[in-house]
């Protein structure tokens, strides 16, 4: 087992001088480093940056939705019937003469009517 550790740190060490010692024209182009780059920048476009704007513009159709008698489940896990909407606030029964503001990008999801009494 230590001979393998120090066959790993040997190897390690030996890493930069290797990386150096490439010949000059074995080494990526100018194009071939922007085209890499440009890979990168699309992936992560197509992987992050797109799905998250797509989620935030739901997310801002459905606070701007929202209206009176919808059936509504917060972030933390309340779910409730809207009895009043402000501009950023809303005000949710969650049961029987139990009200609760809300903030309205605390809002995750709007249920279908009816949902609130088949729980």
């Known amino acids: 087992m230590k001979t ?8 390690l060490a030996l ?18 480093q922007v085209i890499f780059f440009a890979g ?4 992560f476009y197509l992987l ?6 797509k989620r935030a513009k739901e997310h801002k159709a ?12 917060t972030s933390g896990g309340i779910a ?11 005000v949710v029964e969650v ?3 139990v009200e609760v503001k809300v903030q309205k990008v605390a809002v995750s999801t709007a249920l279908p009517k009816g949902t609130l009494k088949d729980i």
């Open 4 to 11: 393998i550790q120090t066959l790993f740190i040997a190897l």
């Open 15 to 32: 890493a930069p001088g290797l990386a150096f010692a490439q010949e000059a024209g074995q080494g990526m182009s100018i194009i071939g």
């Open 40 to 43: 990168f920048i699309l992936i």
């Open 48 to 53: 992050i940056w797109r799905p998250q704007s």
């Open 62 to 73: 459905l606070m701007s939705g929202l209206s009176k008698g919808d059936e509504i489940v």
């Open 80 to 90: 409730g019937k809207i009895t009043k909407v402000d501009d950023n606030f809303i």
């Open 95 to 97: 049961a029987d003469n």
